[in-house]
């Protein structure tokens, strides 16, 4: 068996060596990933964050936002500013299907993190059954099913429903978007775990996390955290 799995890593790695994956961002060959080592060094990494928000800090755990407002969520962790060369490679996350982002993002994520008491569940936030139909997959769902995988918890796409359709939110301003996301989502199971993370790509002004947040509050969760790859710097 354990033969079997090495000719099968050398063939894969021999096949990436004659067909190379070309880097998404800058077109050099990758071995494995979706994109080049360099590209995947030059991503920025949120270092020091706000504990609540995830937004990026010069100093101190909170921010002045968070201290005045609490949100609902305990925790927010988040990998990249959105920023640079991260929002074409979460577009191509998002409408091209590129699995190994995911897959990628999944692992940064873990390297990043010290994750020390875990989520029973990863909750992927959810899309209108109407934009799904439309995408033809959730892009949170790939980054929460790779999570879930590495991290050996269970993923449940399934407890919570987007069941308003909401406007894009790309043009609308903080307080809009929280007025647009309001009531979109419905818990929908009797089991309630007691700890979970929310699972997004893009944080932006944090209205949707907020909102599947207190549904699930509202539902008798009581940790729980927002994990998403990328925070793009305005406030909630
Ligand atoms: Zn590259
Ligand atoms: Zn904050």
Redesign the pocket.
């Known amino acids: 068996m354990a033969n079997l799995l090495s000719l099968t890593q050398q063939f894969r790695q021999l096949y990436r060596k004659v067909f190379p994956i070309p880097?998404?961002?800058?077109?050099?060959p990758?071995e494995e990933h979706a994109?080049?080592?360099?590209?995947?060094n030059e991503l920025p990494l949120i270092k020091q964050h706000c504990l609540r928000c995830a937004i990026p800090l010069a100093s101190g755990h909170i921010c002045g936002q968070c201290l005045k407002k609490p949100p609902v969520q305990d925790i927010s962790l988040s990998l990249y500013r959105y920023e640079q060369t991260v929002p074409r490679m979460m577009s191509a996350l998002k409408y091209h299907r590129q699995v190994q982002i995911a897959d990628l993002c999944a692992r940064e994520f873990i390297k990043q993190h010290s994750l020390n008491s875990l989520p029973e569940v990863l909750i992927p936030i959810p899309l209108h059954t109407s934009r799904l139909r439309q995408r033809g997959y959730n892009q949170s769902l790939l980054f929460a099913e790779k999570l879930a995988a590495l991290l050996n918890i269970s993923c449940q796409p399934n407890l919570l429903k987007r069941i308003k359709k909401t406007a894009n939110q790309t043009q609308l301003n903080a307080k809009q978007r929280h007025k647009n996301m309001r009531h979109a989502f419905q818990y929908l199971s009797e089991f309630v775990p007691e700890h979970v993370a929310i699972i997004d790509d893009v944080m932006t002004s944090g209205a949707t996390t907020h909102e599947a947040a207190r549904e699930l509050k509202r539902a008798g969760v009581k940790i729980i955290e927002v994990w998403t790859i990328a925070r793009a710097i305005s406030h909630y």
């Open positions: 880097c998404l961002l800058c077109g050099l990758t994109l080049c080592q360099g590209c995947i």
